[in-house]
C-alpha cells in the first residue's frame, strides 16, 4: 500500500481528525480531483485537499491474457493517478500474479534497472501471441465479411495494436485500409465521398449498408444486394404483394441489377439483351427500366506511379496494333457508331473504330460458325486497358452484310470481348474518304470502285452513356501509353554504351580456376563495412541550417513497399532509426523487374555540402599507361556505395522520413554529391601498390591490363586477394574477364590501342543525306556552330550553302562530297576533343515534336553527340517533359564524364531552369531525376536561337530502318481526354495556372499537370471551351450511380 501512495504522491498524516492522505502535488489535472474535499470547518486544516479512495482499480496480468490489452489498461491508470515514470514498474509488480510474476521476478534479477518502455517490450515478447498471424499482417488483409459493425469493431482493435507498436501511423492510412477492406457494394460510394477521418469513413460505410438493406428489403430480394448465382435469363417469379390481391403483381427485380462475367457471357453467346436478358433484336427496348453494373474483381488502387512500369521490349517483337477503349466493353460510348449485319444468316453487332489499327472478328463467332481459318503471321496487339495479346489467325475474304450492301474483307480472329466485330483503318482505307455524323448515327462512305456511287449505313440508336473505366484496367492503359517509351528512351541509356564481354565459355580455363578460389568476393555482402580512415564525411557551409522535408504522397501499396525496405535495410544494418533534425524525403522507382528501387531525394541537403575537390585521373593519362597490354579484365563493384560506411557524426545528416518513422544510414548511400570523391579516394588507397602498373581505376570500374595471360592469372589474383582483404565485393554478371578488347571510359581498347567508341560520333556519322532545304539548313545549323575548328569551313561547305538560293537546291556528286568531308570534320581533332577532368564540363540539350538531341562539351569543343528520335508515346509528352527526357537521356548516356564534377546544363526551356528547387509531384519526375541523384551540376537557360547544335540533332530525320515499325495508324485514347485538352485552348484562367505549375510557383502547389491534363488533388480541372463541363453533368445524369446520388451529392461529384 506505501508503494502505491508513494507512486501517486499521495501522504498519509495524522490531524486531530484522525488520518487523512493527502496529495502532494501542487495541482492534479486529473479526474482524481473530483474525489478530493476541502476541509474548512478545521482551521488547522483549512484549505488541505483530504482524499477519499476513488474506486479505481487495475487488474491483475497472470500471462494467459493478451499482454497489450493489459499494457493500454495500465497506460490509463498512470493517466488517472499522475504516475510517474520512475515508480511505474514497481507499482505494476503489485498486479502480477501466477506465472507473469514469477518470470517477472527473473527478469529483474538479470537486470538492475528496468524502464517501463523496456517492460512492455519484455513482457509482450514473453506472453504474446506466437505462431498465428501478426496483427500487422491480419491488418493488412482484414476484409469485411459480416456486417459494417462486426468488421469496424475488429478494425479498431487492431488498429489500437498497430498504433502501440508504432504512434506515427497518421489517420489517411487508417482511412484508406478501412476502405480498401469494405464489400463490393459498400467501397465505390464510400471512396467517392473522400471522407477524411475514420469517423467520417465509418459514418458513411453505415449509410451506405442501410441504403442497400433497405433496396434489397423494399424489392423483395432474398439475396444480398449485389450477390449473382449462375447465369439465368431475367425471368423472375412475380408475387402480388397487395392485402386484396386487386392490384397488379409487383415484380421482384431489383432497380440495380448486377450481372456476373459468366451471366454476360451467356447473354452474349445467346443474343440476349445485356440489360433486361430479353432477346435482342433490331427496335428492341427494354420493359422495365433498371440499372445494370457488371461485376470486377477490385484490384487495389494505386499511384499514377505505377504507370512508368519499365516493360522489357525483348518479349515485343513484331509488329504493333492497337485496339481502343470502346472495343473492350459492349457498350457504346458516345461518338462511335455501332452498326448492325449479317453473316451467314447470324446477326451481327459492328463497331467502327476509327482507333483500331486492322480489323477483327470474334474468335467466338468464328466457332460458331465453323469459319475457316488459316494460320498468319503472329502480330501482337496492344488492347486499350493495356495488355499484350496475340493474333495468328485470320479469315479470308470474310463475306457479310450491312443493311443492302455486301463486303468482303480479310480479318484478324481476336478475343474482342461485347463485339462480333470490329472494323477499323485498313477497311476504312478502302471507301476513303468517309463522312461520320455523330449525331445522327450514320456514317457515309463510297462504294468500292466506284467513287460516284455513295452507301450510308445508318448506326443503332441507343442512349448516350459514359463508360467507366476501373482503376486498375486504367492503370493497364497507363503502362502501355507510357512505359514502352521509358524502357526504350531511359533505362537503356542506363546500362551505358555496353561492353564487350567475353562470353563464359571463352573465359581461358586458368582465369576460371583462379575465381572459384574467390567465391567471397563474388558473393553478396551479409555484414557492415568495415571502419576506414576513408568512411565518407558530409562537411556543411558554414551557415547551413538543420532541415525537415515532409515526405512525399504514396498510394498505400507504396506505403507497405516503403516499410518492407525499411525494415530489410533495418534488419541488415544499413538504417538505423534516428531523431536526427535532418529529413530528406524517399522516392520509389519501378525497376525493369517490377520491383521497386528505394532512393532518397538528398538534392537539398547536396545544395548545402561542401563539394570535394578530389582530384579526378585524367583519361589521357590513364589510357598512356596500356601501351603493350593484350589482354584486359573489368570488375564492376556491387552496389558500391553501400560498402563504405559513414562517419558516425555524419549519419543524422542522411536521415530521411517517411510515413511511419525516421531513419539514417550507417552506409554511404545512393545520391549523395561527395559519394563519387569518397570512393574513388578508397579505390586509390587500396590499389595504391599496383597502380599505373597493371591496374587503372575509375571510380567503381577496375581495369587490369596485361602483356599475356600468365601475367594476366598473377596480376587478377593480386586485385582479387586486395578486394577480398578489405571486405569488398564485385558483381560478377557485371565484369569481363582475359578479353582482348573491352570498352573502357568511352573508348574501345585493344592489343592494337585505344581508338573511339563510335557511338560518340555515331549521331553525326549517320546523318541522312538531306533532301529539302529545311534538313540541309538543321545540318548547317551544326556544323556552323563549330566552324572556327575546322579549317577553311567556308570553302569546304560552300557547295551546301548555295543550295540554300531560291529554287537551287540540287543535289549533285560536289554537294556529295562536301556533306561527307564535313561530317568527317566534325567527328575528329581538332573539333572533336578528348575530356579533360580539371575544365567543367557543358552539356547542352534541345527536343522537339519529332526527338531530342545533346552536346557534351568542354571549352567549347564537343566531346560526343547524342540524337535519338521520338517514338509514339514520346511525342505525346508534353513539351516540359521531353525537354526533361532530353536531359536525364544526355546525362545517363554521358554519366562516367559527369560523376564526380561539377558540370553546367544549358537547355531553352525555362521551367527546367529551376529543376533543383522543384517539388516532384509527377511519376516521370520521380522516375527521371532518381537518375540525376548525386549529381553536381548547375542548369542554365539558353535562348533557342542560341541553341544550335543540340537543336539541329534533335530533329535528325530518323533512317527509315531504324523507326520502329507499328501498324497503328492513331493513338489510341479516350475521346473525353482529348475533349478535355482542348476545353483549356480559350479559357485563360487555366492557361496561366498551367503555366506557373509548370515553374513551380507556390500559389498553385496543389495543381498537377501531367501528359496535358491538369488536376487539382484527385480531381480533373475542366476548361470553358466546347461545352465540356455540361456534357459532363449529362453524362453524369445518365448514369446508374447520377440516378442513385441525392442533387446535393451529384452536384458536389460533378
Given at each position: 500500500m506505501t508503494g502505491i501512495l508513494k507512486a501517486l504522491n499521495i501522504e498519509k498524516t495524522t490531524t486531530r481528525d484522525g488520518e487523512v492522505y493527502v496529495n502532494k502535488s501542487p495541482i492534479l489535472q486529473s479526474p482524481l480531483v473530483n474525489h478530493f474535499r476541502q476541509k474548512g470547518d478545521d482551521k488547522e486544516n483549512q484549505g488541505r485537499?483530504?482524499?477519499?479512495?476513488?474506486?479505481?482499480?487495475?487488474?491483475?496480468?497472470?500471462?494467459?491474457?493478451?499482454?497489450?490489452?493489459?499494457?493500454?489498461?495500465?497506460?490509463?491508470f498512470f493517466l488517472f493517478h499522475q504516475v510517474k515514470d520512475s515508480f511505474k514498474c514497481d507499482l505494476v509488480e503489485m498486479y502480477l500474479d501466477g506465472k507473469a510474476d514469477t518470470w517477472f521476478q527473473s527478469y529483474k534479477f538479470v537486470k538492475e534497472t528496468v524502464s517501463w518502455k523496456e517492460f512492455g517490450e519484455a513482457i509482450v515478447k514473453r506472453f504474446g501471441k506466437k505462431g498465428g498471424v501478426d496483427e500487422q499482417e491480419e491488418f493488412n488483409k482484414l476484409v469485411q465479411e459480416g456486417s459494417v459493425m462486426e468488421y469496424i469493431d475488429r478494425f479498431e482493435e487492431l488498429k489500437a495494436v498497430l498504433l502501440c507498436r508504432n504512434a506515427n501511423l497518421d489517420e489517411s492510412y487508417f482511412v484508406s485500409s478501412f476502405i480498401s477492406g469494405l464489400k463490393g457494394e459498400l467501397k465505390p460510394m464510400v471512396r467517392l465521398m473522400k471522407p477524411t477521418s475514420l469517423s467520417d469513413a465509418i459514418d458513411i460505410a453505415q449509410l451506405q449498408e442501410q441504403t442497400v438493406d433497405l433496396i434489397v428489403k423494399k424489392h423483395g430480394s432474398k439475396e444480398k444486394w449485389g450477390n449473382t448465382?449462375?447465369?439465368?435469363?431475367?425471368?423472375?417469379?412475380?408475387?402480388?404483394?397487395?392485402?386484396?390481391?386487386?392490384?397488379?403483381?409487383?415484380?421482384?427485380?431489383?432497380?440495380?441489377?448486377?450481372?456476373?462475367?459468366?451471366?454476360?457471357?451467356?447473354?452474349?453467346?445467346?443474343?440476349?439483351?445485356?440489360?433486361?436478358?430479353?432477346?435482342?433484336?433490331?427496335?428492341?427496348?427494354?420493359?422495365?427500366?433498371?440499372?445494370?453494373?457488371?461485376?470486377?474483381?477490385?484490384?487495389?488502387?494505386?499511384?499514377?506511379?505505377?504507370?512508368?512500369?519499365?516493360?522489357?521490349?525483348d518479349?515485343?517483337?513484331?509488329?504493333?496494333?492497337?485496339?481502343?477503349?470502346?472495343?473492350?466493353?459492349?457498350?457504346?460510348?458516345?461518338?462511335?457508331?455501332?452498326?448492325?449485319?449479317?453473316?451467314?444468316?447470324?446477326?451481327?453487332?459492328?463497331?467502327?473504330?476509327?482507333?483500331?489499327?486492322?480489323?477483327?472478328?470474334?474468335?467466338?463467332?468464328?466457332?460458331?460458325?465453323?469459319?475457316?481459318?488459316?494460320?498468319?503471321?503472329?502480330i501482337q496487339v496492344r488492347l486499350a486497358d493495356g495488355r499484350m495479346v496475340v493474333s495468328s489467325e485470320w479469315v479470308p475474304k470474310v463475306k457479310w452484310k450491312i443493311q443492302d450492301y455486301s463486303f468482303c474483307f480479310d480479318m484478324r480472329v481476336l478475343d474482342i470481348g461485347g463485339w462480333d466485330m470490329i472494323v477499323g483503318v485498313d477497311w476504312m482505307e478502302q471507301y476513303s474518304p468517309l463522312l461520320f455524323d455523330f449525331k445522327k448515327l450514320y456514317l457515309k462512305l463510297n462504294a468500292e470502285g466506284n467513287k460516284d456511287e455513295q452507301m450510308t449505313l445508318q448506326g443503332t440508336v441507343k442512349n448516350a452513356s459514359i463508360s467507366l473505366i476501373r482503376g486498375h484496367k486504367l492503370k493497364k492503359y497507363n503502362q502501355g501509353l507510357v512505359a514502352n517509351q521509358i524502357k526504350q528512351e531511359v533505362s537503356a541509356t542506363i546500362e551505358g554504351t555496353g561492353?564487350?564481354?567475353?562470353?563464359?565459355?571463352?573465359?581461358?580455363?586458368?582465369?576460371?580456376?583462379?575465381?572459384?578460389?574467390?567465391?567471397?568476393?563474388?558473393?553478396?555482402?551479409?555484414?557492415?563495412?568495415?571502419?576506414?580512415?576513408?568512411?565518407?564525411?558530409?562537411?556543411?557551409?558554414?551557415?547551413?541550417q538543420p532541415f525537415k522535408l515532409k515526405p512525399y504522397r504514396y498510394p498505400h501499396s507504396q506505403k507497405t513497399e516503403i516499410e518492407n525496405q525499411v525494415q530489410e535495410m533495418l534488419r541488415s544494418g544499413i538504417i538505423k532509426p534516428s531523431n536526427s533534425p535532418f529529413a530528406s524525403p524517399v522516392i520509389l522507382v519501378r525497376k525493369k523487374d517490377n520491383s521497386w528501387r528505394f532512393c532518397v531525394d538528398y538534392r537539398h541537403l547536396n545544395k548545402i555540402t561542401i563539394k570535394d575537390k578530389f582530384p579526378i585521373p585524367n583519361i589521357d593519362e590513364l589510357l598512356d599507361e596500356l601501351h603493350g597490354a593484350k589482354l584486359f579484365s573489368k570488375l564492376d563493384l556491387r552496389a558500391g556505395y553501400h560498402q563504405i560506411l559513414v562517419k558516425a557524426v555524419d549519419t543524422p545528416k542522411t536521415a530521411f522520413q517517411t510515413h511511419h518513422g525516421h531513419f539514417e544510414f550507417v552506409v554511404m548511400p545512393f545520391g549523395l554529391t561527395n559519394a563519387p570523391a569518397t570512393f574513388q579516394a578508397l579505390m586509390n588507397q587500396v590499389f595504391q601498390p599496383y597502380m599505373r602498373k597493371f591496374v587503372l581505376v575509375f571510380f567503381d570500374d577496375i581495369l587490369i591490363y596485361s602483356p599475356d595471360l600468365s601475367k594476366h592469372v598473377e596480376h587478377l589474383e593480386l586485385v582479387l586477394k586486395k578486394l577480398q582483404d578489405n571486405q569488398l565485393y564485385v558483381k560478377k554478371s557485371k565484369c569481363s574477364f582475359a578479353a582482348t578488347s573491352v570498352e573502357y571510359l568511352g573508348h574501345m581498347i585493344s592489343a592494337d590501342g585505344v581508338s573511339m567508341d563510335h557511338s560518340k560520333v555515331e549521331s553525326i556519322r549517320n546523318w541522312p543525306v538531306p533532301g529539302n532545304v529545311k534538313e540541309l539548313r538543321g545540318f548547317l545549323g551544326l556544323s556552323g556552330y563549330y566552324r572556327r575548328f575546322i579549317k577553311n569551313y567556308g570553302i569546304i561547305a560552300r557547295p551546301l550553302t548555295n543550295l540554300l538560293r531560291k529554287d537551287g537546291f540540287v543535289w549533285n556528286e560536289e554537294t556529295s562530297k562536301a556533306f561527307s568531308k564535313l561530317k568527317e570534320a566534325l567527328c575528329t581533332k581538332p573539333v572533336l576533343a578528348m575530356p579533360d577532368f580539371?575544365?567543367?564540363?557543358?552539356?547542352?540539350?534541345?527536343?522537339?515534336?519529332?526527338?531530342?538531341?545533346?552536346?557534351?562539351?568542354?571549352?567549347?569543343?564537343?566531346?560526343?553527340?547524342?540524337?535519338?528520335?521520338?517514338?509514339?508515346?514520346?511525342?505525346?509528352?508534353?513539351?516540359?517533359?521531353?525537354?526533361?527526357?532530353?536531359?536525364?537521356?544526355a546525362v545517363t548516356r554521358w554519366r562516367h564524364y559527369l560523376v564526380g564534377n561539377h558540370f553546367i546544363i544549358r537547355t531553352d526551356h525555362q521551367a527546367l531552369k529551376y529543376l533543383l528547387e522543384q517539388q516532384l509531384h509527377t511519376s516521370l519526375q520521380y522516375k527521371w531525376l532518381s537518375k540525376l541523384l548525386g549529381m553536381d551540376y548547375e542548369i542554365q537557360y539558353k535562348k533557342g536561337v542560341e541553341n544550335t547544335a543540340a537543336d539541329s540533332l534533335s530533329r535528325i530525320k530518323e533512317w527509315e530502318g531504324n523507326v520502329e515499325m507499328l501498324t497503328a495508324v492513331t493513338h489510341v485514347q479516350p475521346r473525353w481526354i482529348q475533349q478535355l485538352k482542348d476545353s483549356y485552348e480559350e479559357d485563360d484562367d487555366i492557361k496561366m495556372t498551367i503555366g506557373k505549375v509548370l515553374l513551380q510557383d507556390d500559389s498553385v502547389s496543389e495543381y498537377q499537370y501531367e501528359q496535358g491534363i491538369l488536376k487539382k488533388g484527385n480531381k480533373l480541372c475542366v476548361g470553358n471551351k466546347g461545352g465540356v463541363r455540361q456534357n459532363l453533368i449529362d453524362s453524369l445524369h445518365q448514369t446508374a450511380l447520377g440516378g442513385a446520388l441525392r442533387p446535393k451529392c451529384l452536384f458536389t461529384e460533378a
Amino acid at each position: 500500500m506505501t508503494g502505491i501512495l508513494k507512486a501517486l504522491n499521495i501522504e498519509k498524516t495524522t490531524t486531530r481528525d484522525g488520518e487523512v492522505y493527502v496529495n502532494k502535488s501542487p495541482i492534479l489535472q486529473s479526474p482524481l480531483v473530483n474525489h478530493f474535499r476541502q476541509k474548512g470547518d478545521d482551521k488547522e486544516n483549512q484549505g488541505r485537499m483530504t482524499f477519499s479512495h476513488p474506486k479505481v482499480e487495475l487488474t491483475h496480468f497472470k500471462g494467459e491474457e493478451d499482454p497489450r490489452v493489459w499494457l493500454r489498461k495500465c497506460n490509463k491508470f498512470f493517466l488517472f493517478h499522475q504516475v510517474k515514470d520512475s515508480f511505474k514498474c514497481d507499482l505494476v509488480e503489485m498486479y502480477l500474479d501466477g506465472k507473469a510474476d514469477t518470470w517477472f521476478q527473473s527478469y529483474k534479477f538479470v537486470k538492475e534497472t528496468v524502464s517501463w518502455k523496456e517492460f512492455g517490450e519484455a513482457i509482450v515478447k514473453r506472453f504474446g501471441k506466437k505462431g498465428g498471424v501478426d496483427e500487422q499482417e491480419e491488418f493488412n488483409k482484414l476484409v469485411q465479411e459480416g456486417s459494417v459493425m462486426e468488421y469496424i469493431d475488429r478494425f479498431e482493435e487492431l488498429k489500437a495494436v498497430l498504433l502501440c507498436r508504432n504512434a506515427n501511423l497518421d489517420e489517411s492510412y487508417f482511412v484508406s485500409s478501412f476502405i480498401s477492406g469494405l464489400k463490393g457494394e459498400l467501397k465505390p460510394m464510400v471512396r467517392l465521398m473522400k471522407p477524411t477521418s475514420l469517423s467520417d469513413a465509418i459514418d458513411i460505410a453505415q449509410l451506405q449498408e442501410q441504403t442497400v438493406d433497405l433496396i434489397v428489403k423494399k424489392h423483395g430480394s432474398k439475396e444480398k444486394w449485389g450477390n449473382t448465382k449462375k447465369p439465368e435469363t431475367n425471368q423472375q417469379e412475380v408475387k402480388n404483394l397487395s392485402n386484396g390481391g386487386d392490384k397488379k403483381p409487383i415484380s421482384t427485380t431489383s432497380m440495380f441489377k448486377k450481372i456476373s462475367p459468366e451471366e454476360f457471357q451467356y447473354r452474349k453467346n445467346n443474343h440476349l439483351c445485356y440489360k433486361c436478358g430479353e432477346k435482342y433484336g433490331q427496335g428492341h427496348q427494354c420493359k422495365n427500366s433498371q440499372y445494370t453494373f457488371m461485376l470486377f474483381d477490385e484490384a487495389k488502387d494505386e499511384d499514377i506511379l505505377s504507370a512508368c512500369e519499365e516493360v522489357d521490349e525483348d518479349e515485343r517483337e513484331g509488329a504493333v496494333t492497337e485496339v481502343s477503349l470502346n472495343s473492350l466493353s459492349s457498350q457504346m460510348a458516345r461518338k462511335t457508331i455501332t452498326l448492325e449485319g449479317k453473316l451467314k444468316e447470324k446477326t451481327i453487332t459492328i463497331l467502327v473504330d476509327t482507333g483500331s489499327t486492322l480489323t477483327y472478328l470474334n474468335v467466338e463467332v468464328v466457332k460458331q460458325l465453323g469459319l475457316e481459318v488459316t494460320k498468319g503471321e503472329p502480330i501482337q496487339v496492344r488492347l486499350a486497358d493495356g495488355r499484350m495479346v496475340v493474333s495468328s489467325e485470320w479469315v479470308p475474304k470474310v463475306k457479310w452484310k450491312i443493311q443492302d450492301y455486301s463486303f468482303c474483307f480479310d480479318m484478324r480472329v481476336l478475343d474482342i470481348g461485347g463485339w462480333d466485330m470490329i472494323v477499323g483503318v485498313d477497311w476504312m482505307e478502302q471507301y476513303s474518304p468517309l463522312l461520320f455524323d455523330f449525331k445522327k448515327l450514320y456514317l457515309k462512305l463510297n462504294a468500292e470502285g466506284n467513287k460516284d456511287e455513295q452507301m450510308t449505313l445508318q448506326g443503332t440508336v441507343k442512349n448516350a452513356s459514359i463508360s467507366l473505366i476501373r482503376g486498375h484496367k486504367l492503370k493497364k492503359y497507363n503502362q502501355g501509353l507510357v512505359a514502352n517509351q521509358i524502357k526504350q528512351e531511359v533505362s537503356a541509356t542506363i546500362e551505358g554504351t555496353g561492353q564487350q564481354q567475353a562470353d563464359e565459355a571463352e573465359v581461358p580455363e586458368e582465369i576460371r580456376v583462379l575465381l572459384n578460389k574467390f567465391p567471397e568476393v563474388f558473393s553478396i555482402p551479409t555484414t557492415l563495412p568495415p571502419i576506414r580512415n576513408v568512411d565518407h564525411e558530409i562537411p556543411l557551409q558554414q551557415d547551413a541550417q538543420p532541415f525537415k522535408l515532409k515526405p512525399y504522397r504514396y498510394p498505400h501499396s507504396q506505403k507497405t513497399e516503403i516499410e518492407n525496405q525499411v525494415q530489410e535495410m533495418l534488419r541488415s544494418g544499413i538504417i538505423k532509426p534516428s531523431n536526427s533534425p535532418f529529413a530528406s524525403p524517399v522516392i520509389l522507382v519501378r525497376k525493369k523487374d517490377n520491383s521497386w528501387r528505394f532512393c532518397v531525394d538528398y538534392r537539398h541537403l547536396n545544395k548545402i555540402t561542401i563539394k570535394d575537390k578530389f582530384p579526378i585521373p585524367n583519361i589521357d593519362e590513364l589510357l598512356d599507361e596500356l601501351h603493350g597490354a593484350k589482354l584486359f579484365s573489368k570488375l564492376d563493384l556491387r552496389a558500391g556505395y553501400h560498402q563504405i560506411l559513414v562517419k558516425a557524426v555524419d549519419t543524422p545528416k542522411t536521415a530521411f522520413q517517411t510515413h511511419h518513422g525516421h531513419f539514417e544510414f550507417v552506409v554511404m548511400p545512393f545520391g549523395l554529391t561527395n559519394a563519387p570523391a569518397t570512393f574513388q579516394a578508397l579505390m586509390n588507397q587500396v590499389f595504391q601498390p599496383y597502380m599505373r602498373k597493371f591496374v587503372l581505376v575509375f571510380f567503381d570500374d577496375i581495369l587490369i591490363y596485361s602483356p599475356d595471360l600468365s601475367k594476366h592469372v598473377e596480376h587478377l589474383e593480386l586485385v582479387l586477394k586486395k578486394l577480398q582483404d578489405n571486405q569488398l565485393y564485385v558483381k560478377k554478371s557485371k565484369c569481363s574477364f582475359a578479353a582482348t578488347s573491352v570498352e573502357y571510359l568511352g573508348h574501345m581498347i585493344s592489343a592494337d590501342g585505344v581508338s573511339m567508341d563510335h557511338s560518340k560520333v555515331e549521331s553525326i556519322r549517320n546523318w541522312p543525306v538531306p533532301g529539302n532545304v529545311k534538313e540541309l539548313r538543321g545540318f548547317l545549323g551544326l556544323s556552323g556552330y563549330y566552324r572556327r575548328f575546322i579549317k577553311n569551313y567556308g570553302i569546304i561547305a560552300r557547295p551546301l550553302t548555295n543550295l540554300l538560293r531560291k529554287d537551287g537546291f540540287v543535289w549533285n556528286e560536289e554537294t556529295s562530297k562536301a556533306f561527307s568531308k564535313l561530317k568527317e570534320a566534325l567527328c575528329t581533332k581538332p573539333v572533336l576533343a578528348m575530356p579533360d577532368f580539371q575544365k567543367p564540363f557543358v552539356l547542352e540539350t534541345d527536343a522537339c515534336d519529332s526527338g531530342m538531341g545533346a552536346v557534351l562539351m568542354q571549352n567549347g569543343n564537343p566531346i560526343s553527340y547524342l540524337s535519338k528520335s521520338f517514338n509514339s508515346k514520346n511525342k505525346g509528352f508534353s513539351v516540359y517533359e521531353k525537354e526533361l527526357l532530353a536531359l536525364v537521356m544526355a546525362v545517363t548516356r554521358w554519366r562516367h564524364y559527369l560523376v564526380g564534377n561539377h558540370f553546367i546544363i544549358r537547355t531553352d526551356h525555362q521551367a527546367l531552369k529551376y529543376l533543383l528547387e522543384q517539388q516532384l509531384h509527377t511519376s516521370l519526375q520521380y522516375k527521371w531525376l532518381s537518375k540525376l541523384l548525386g549529381m553536381d551540376y548547375e542548369i542554365q537557360y539558353k535562348k533557342g536561337v542560341e541553341n544550335t547544335a543540340a537543336d539541329s540533332l534533335s530533329r535528325i530525320k530518323e533512317w527509315e530502318g531504324n523507326v520502329e515499325m507499328l501498324t497503328a495508324v492513331t493513338h489510341v485514347q479516350p475521346r473525353w481526354i482529348q475533349q478535355l485538352k482542348d476545353s483549356y485552348e480559350e479559357d485563360d484562367d487555366i492557361k496561366m495556372t498551367i503555366g506557373k505549375v509548370l515553374l513551380q510557383d507556390d500559389s498553385v502547389s496543389e495543381y498537377q499537370y501531367e501528359q496535358g491534363i491538369l488536376k487539382k488533388g484527385n480531381k480533373l480541372c475542366v476548361g470553358n471551351k466546347g461545352g465540356v463541363r455540361q456534357n459532363l453533368i449529362d453524362s453524369l445524369h445518365q448514369t446508374a450511380l447520377g440516378g442513385a446520388l441525392r442533387p446535393k451529392c451529384l452536384f458536389t461529384e460533378a
